[in-house]
């Protein structure tokens, strides 16, 4: 069964192209990508895919090294923010809608891969590395960013799952992405693999400006609000739940913002 068929593949785009993910991006992930980027070692004459790439954090970034890139999404609704953004930054790329678990390219057709919290996302964990692994030649690179379960994103994912449709029964949870046990036991020994530990931060204005956000451009809690519009209960408890969320984990900024910290674990490997 292919994205096009495969109800939670359907499902997942309806969700993620909802809302407003590129400002959703600019205000909390976007500076990730150069770290990604860099880690990877990407520059001239390289070919790159992104999978999982959003509106491009992570792919323009590695354009502008000159590389040849491929911005590959299930959720093309995205592309045209993140074309506007490339042509902003004064780069070209391609993007190209597909699935993390079955990408539309050939064995070791690129020098390296990259996710920036994306493929995380795919249910099936094993089929999304090994096309990871598939698609990078040997002696190429694999690069990594993923949320830890030991972080904050824990209390999100608590805040959200009961306002959420549940996992597939033989889906896995994406925080295991960034347990460096499993990804380790994702990828065996075709991958070299080096990990380091890191947080960045997210501002607002204050807590409840912080949920504003989420509920104006993140997708999957826009469409928690739009499941719910006719029931102002279960709305209010998902005002509730992320105020909660938010108010817990912030804490005070240098500019008289407020700052939540989310761990992630950074995994860049080398195909054997």
Not at 50 to 77: C, H, M, Q
Request: aromatic share 8%.
């Amino acid at each position: 069964m292919d994205s096009t068929t495969d109800p939670v593949k359907v499902a997942a785009r309806s969700a993620w192209a909802q809302g407003d993910y590129h400002a959703f991006a600019r205000a909390t992930i976007w500076e990730m990508g150069p770290v990604l980027v860099q880690a990877c070692g990407i520059g001239p004459g390289q070919r790159v895919l992104d999978v999982a790439a959003g509106t491009g954090n992570t792919a323009i970034r590695a354009a502008e090294t000159g590389a040849s890139v491929v911005a590959s999404d299930l959720t093309p609704e995205n592309f045209d923010a993140g074309r506007r953004e490339a042509r902003a930054h004064g780069v070209d790329l391609e993007w190209v809608e597909a699935d993390a678990e079955n990408l539309p390219y050939a064995d070791g057709e690129f020098d390296v891969v990259t996710s920036s919290f994306g493929v995380m996302f795919a249910p099936h964990h094993q089929a999304a590395a090994d096309e990871l692994v598939r698609v990078c030649h040997e002696g190429g690179t694999i690069g990594l960013l993923t949320f830890t379960p030991e972080g904050i994103m824990t209390g999100f994912f608590e805040a959200l799952a009961p306002h959420l449709p549940p996992l597939p029964p033989d889906a896995s949870p994406p925080l295991l992405w960034g347990s460096e046990e499993h990804v380790r036991r994702l990828f065996g020994d075709r991958v070299d693999l080096r990990f380091t530990r890191g947080d960045y931060g997210e501002y607002a204005a204050s807590p409840a400006a912080y949920v504003d956000l989420l509920r104006r451009t993140f997708g999957p809690i826009v469409a928690a609000y739009t499941d719910g519009a006719d029931d102002r209960g279960r709305t209010a408890d998902l005002d509730r739940d992320l105020l909660d969320f938010a108010t817990r984990h912030s804490r005070p900024a240098a500019d008289g913002q407020v700052v939540l910290r989310y761990e992630y674990l950074l995994t860049v490997g080398h195909r054997r």
